[in-house]
C-alpha cells in the first residue's frame, strides 16, 4: 500500500514540475499574422494567475484592461490568439516591457492567405479557451518558410540546468544520508542492544535473587 502511495506522490510532482515547465518555458510557433488589435477584456479571480499585474501593462483596472491582442493561422489552417502584454519583474522572468513595439512589428508582419510572410512568435503560456487565458507573445521573427526549424536553445539549456542541479541534490542527500543518518541509526541500535542486554542482566538477577529466596521458603515449609 505504500509503495503505491509513494509512487502516486512521485508521479503528481513530477506532472507539476512537468505543467510549470511547460507553461513557463518559450516556445516558437511558426504563423502567419492575420490582425492585430486592441481589446477591453475583463480578468477575474478564475484567470488572473495567467495575466500581468495591472500596473506593468495596459490595465485600466483590476477587472477590466485594455490588453493587445495578435490573431494568426499555422500552416494547416488552424488559428490561435495571442495576448501582447508586458510581464515587468514578476514571473516569468522575461522582462518585457515593449509591448507597443511588438505589436507594431506584428501589425508590420501581417499577410493575406494569397501572399503569406511566415513569422516564428515566440510566447510562453497555454491557450484556454474556457478561461478566456491565451499565450503571451514576447518575441516575432520573419522566417524563410512554413517548415523552417527553431532550436528551443533555452529549453535545453534550462532543462540541463535542472537535471544537473537534480543529480547534484541527489548527491548530497545520499552523502548526507549516509555521514550523517545511517551513523545515527547505527548508534540508536547499539543503544537500544546495550539497553536489552542491561535489562535481561536485570532480569536474570532479579530471578536469581527471588529464585533463591523461593527455595528457602521452600526448606522452612519442607521442616514443617
Do not use: C
Not at 489552417?77 to 516569468?92: A, M, S
Not at 546495550?194 to 522452612?220: P, Y
Amino acid at each position: 500500500m505504500w509503495t503505491y502511495v509513494k509512487w502516486s506522490i512521485r508521479i503528481l510532482l513530477l506532472l507539476v514540475v512537468a505543467g510549470f515547465l511547460n507553461y513557463t518555458l518559450p516556445q516558437h510557433d511558426v504563423v502567419r499574422i492575420t490582425n492585430t488589435y486592441n481589446r477591453l477584456t475583463t480578468v477575474g479571480s478564475e484567470n488572473s494567475w495567467a495575466y500581468a499585474s495591472p500596473d506593468v501593462g495596459t490595465g485600466e483596472s483590476t477587472v477590466t484592461r485594455d490588453i493587445r491582442f495578435i490573431e494568426a493561422a499555422f500552416p494547416d489552417g488552424d488559428v490561435i490568439v495571442y495576448r501582447n502584454e508586458d510581464t515587468g519583474w514578476i514571473w516569468p522572468p522575461y522582462f518585457k516591457y515593449d509591448s507597443s513595439n511588438l505589436q507594431a512589428e506584428a501589425g508590420n508582419l501581417k499577410s493575406a492567405e494569397t501572399a503569406p510572410k511566415w513569422v516564428s512568435v515566440t510566447h510562453y503560456g497555454w491557450r484556454l479557451a474556457w478561461l478566456s487565458i491565451y499565450p503571451n507573445a514576447v518575441a516575432v521573427k520573419a522566417v524563410a518558410g512554413p517548415d523552417v526549424r527553431i532550436i528551443p536553445y533555452v529549453n535545453i539549456i534550462v532543462l540541463l540546468a535542472l537535471l544537473f542541479g537534480v543529480f547534484m541534490l541527489r548527491r548530497m542527500w545520499l552523502q548526507f544520508w549516509e555521514r550523517m543518518v545511517e551513523p545515527a541509526v547505527a548508534d540508536a541500535g547499539e543503544t537500544w542492544d546495550g539497553v536489552e542486554a542491561r535489562a535481561g542482566a536485570a532480569r536474570a538477577r532479579a530471578g536469581g535473587f527471588f529464585g533463591r529466596i523461593g527455595a528457602w521458603l521452600g526448606t522452612w515449609r519442607q521442616k514443617r
